[in-house]
């Protein structure tokens, strides 16, 4: 089991001028200690992950100080960007980490991002298929077909080249089985997270996954993560931030279902906030190590490859980095 880090932080939680300090901090851990990646998503116009609305540019800060973690996108929306800009940027991260990039797309979710590209949201599944080939095959060295400003079709490369000859891809499901058989046929990874779907569920689809994959492939699940040494500390400590957390990010996850999130009395909020933090004090990586081996254990036999740990939702920055060394000790266990 490989183990990595994902960051998508609610902005507010962060002190101004010190917003980054976790994910650099964090990243350097993870270089010195041989975790597999760090992940940066994209977002925008919600505090919601907001830190986040380019990874390309996150991605190029975490080049800056690390040596050999990878450096990966968790997502790039691809309906939002033409592929030419996509290969352009990550072909400069790729060099200015030495080889270290990667990306998992996503087809996005909520209508408000796609104020940058409004045409797009109709058919942004195919949209995001297209956008990886176009994209792999740019890193290739192949050219692509586009209209210029006159108008005038033509067939454009990318520069700089990358170090890598070949761009190491996901694609990003909240769950959906299509999505996990169409990155199967492509050849790429699946990234996703247990928002929605039980681990039982979970096992169907990397089965089905890994029937469309010619060479296996590579699955990463993304989970809430922090470990201390008692099990009631460890709860009470991840209780606020992560009920705020988890309020912060309803009122996202309603409006991307038309549902008005003011409609609903606070304590239907805390009811259902409260039922996603016993959810995910039960399925995440929030315990003592002890307890968190059968949970990796259990991941490993339904056929995941890599834990995501999400480490920034809430908690002090000081108390996250303390709780690192734990988890690198969950790590290297390997009994799994």
């Not at 790429?188 to 689809?205: D, F, I, R, S, Y």
Request: hydrophobic share 40%.
């Amino acid at each position: 089991m490989d183990f990595s880090l994902f960051y998508f932080a609610d902005d507010g939680t962060a002190r101004p001028g010190h917003r980054y300090d976790l994910l650099l901090e964090g990243a350097k851990f993870a270089d010195e200690h041989d975790f597999t990646a760090v992940w940066t998503p994209e977002r925008h116009f919600h505090p919601f992950g907001g830190l986040y609305p380019n990874p390309s540019v996150t991605g190029a800060a975490i080049a800056a100080v690390t040596n050999r973690v990878k450096i990966r996108a968790g997502s790039v929306v691809g309906p939002l960007h033409h592929p030419l800009r996509i290969a352009e940027e990550w072909a400069v991260v790729d060099n200015l980490s030495g080889g270290r990039a990667g990306i998992s797309f996503a087809s996005g979710w909520h209508a408000t991002d796609f104020a940058l590209r409004p045409e797009a949201y109709a058919d942004r599944k195919d949209h995001t298929l297209t956008t990886v080939d176009q994209v792999r095959r740019l890193w290739r060295g192949e050219q692509i077909d586009a209209v210029d400003g006159n108008g005038q079709p033509c067939r454009l490369g990318i520069h700089p080249p990358p170090v890598q000859p070949e761009l190491p891809v996901w694609l990003t499901s909240a769950g959906g089985i299509e999505t996990f058989r169409a990155a199967g046929r492509a050849g790429a990874g699946v990234l996703t997270h247990l928002l929605g779907q039980e681990p039982a569920e979970l096992a169907e689809k990397i089965a089905a996954y890994r029937e469309e994959h010619p060479r296996t492939g590579h699955v990463v699940l993304m989970l809430h993560t922090y470990l201390d040494e008692d099990e009631d500390r460890t709860r009470e400590a991840v209780r606020e931030p992560l009920m705020a957390y988890l309020k912060s990010s309803l009122g996202l996850l309603l409006g991307s279902r038309r549902f008005d999130i003011a409609k609903l009395a606070p304590e239907d909020v805390d009811f259902l906030a409260q039922q996603a933090f016993d959810r995910y004090v039960e399925q995440g990586l929030l315990g003592t190590a002890d307890k968190l081996r059968a949970t990796v254990a259990g991941f490993a036999e339904i056929g995941v490859d890599e834990l995501a740990c999400l480490i920034d939702f809430g908690l002090p920055a000081a108390d996250v980095l303390a709780g690192l060394p734990r988890l690198n000790q969950l790590r290297k266990a390997d009994t799994w």
